[in-house]
């Protein structure tokens, strides 16, 4: 089963809005990821945060991680249509391998 | 540097038929991993090599074998192809357990 779980599984917004992502999983985690996927293309990695960070930023990124509630939130701020892509998060569990979610198709409408 | 490579791009397959996906990466990477991706499935681990001479199952290991030639190159093989082994396979490779990076993909169909 998939460690972890995104939502929303689709999100379409206007150019310049707000997107927001949400992830969710179950067990302890040394870190977690957050990769793009456009269309037709292979994952590109975009922020990890440890489990000992609460927040991250990179550019026009903002990530939190809330290990309380095995969640972890992806900001992406002023968005323009080269962001229309997929999104995963991929947690580090120790065990040599990340795993992976479902994803979230983020839109941006010009 | 090319990062990861990934051949065939596009294969067809008829059930029963073998192939061998190859992937090569130069940035000395340790860890080498593949994975297939199903619409709506997100990525699942097939195998992978955590150091050159090691290799391990992943999630959906049925079907499949690997190869972990050196460092640099580490091979998917499907002895028998099924029509559920229709997927886009990708490979990635790490330098420890953080950032995977990924090859572009081959897109298999199995007839």
């Known amino acids: 089963s998939q460690q972890g779980e995104e939502d929303p599984q689709a999100l379409s917004i206007q150019e310049g809005e707000n997107a927001t992502m949400n992830c969710s999983y179950k067990t302890s985690i040394n870190n977690l990821q957050w990769y793009r996927q456009n269309s037709g293309r292979g994952l590109v990695h975009l922020i990890l945060i440890r489990s000992n960070e609460r927040e991250k930023h990179s550019g026009r990124l903002r990530v939190t991680l809330d290990t309380s509630k095995k969640s972890s939130s992806l900001l992406i701020t002023a968005s323009r249509a080269a962001d229309t892509a997929s999104y995963f998060c991929?947690?580090?569990?120790?065990?040599?391998?990340?795993?992976f979610g479902q994803g979230t198709r983020l839109t941006i409408n010009p | 540097n090319a990062g990861v490579t990934q051949t065939p791009k596009f294969q067809v397959l008829k059930t029963g038929q073998s192939m061998t996906l190859q992937c090569a990466q130069d940035m000395n990477h340790n860890s080498m991993y593949w994975y297939r991706q199903d619409p709506g499935m997100g990525l699942r681990l097939i195998y992978y090599?955590?150091?050159?001479?090691?290799?391990d199952k992943g999630e959906v290991p049925n079907g499949y074998n690997v190869s972990r030639l050196n460092k640099r190159e580490f091979s998917l093989r499907l002895e028998s192809a099924a029509p559920s082994q229709t997927s886009v396979y990708f490979c990635a490779s790490s330098a420890h357990r953080d950032t995977q990076y990924f090859g572009p993909g081959t897109r298999l169909t199995v007839l």
């Open positions: 991929a947690t580090d569990t120790g065990a040599q391998k990340l795993v």
């Open positions: 090599s955590a150091s050159e001479g090691t290799t």
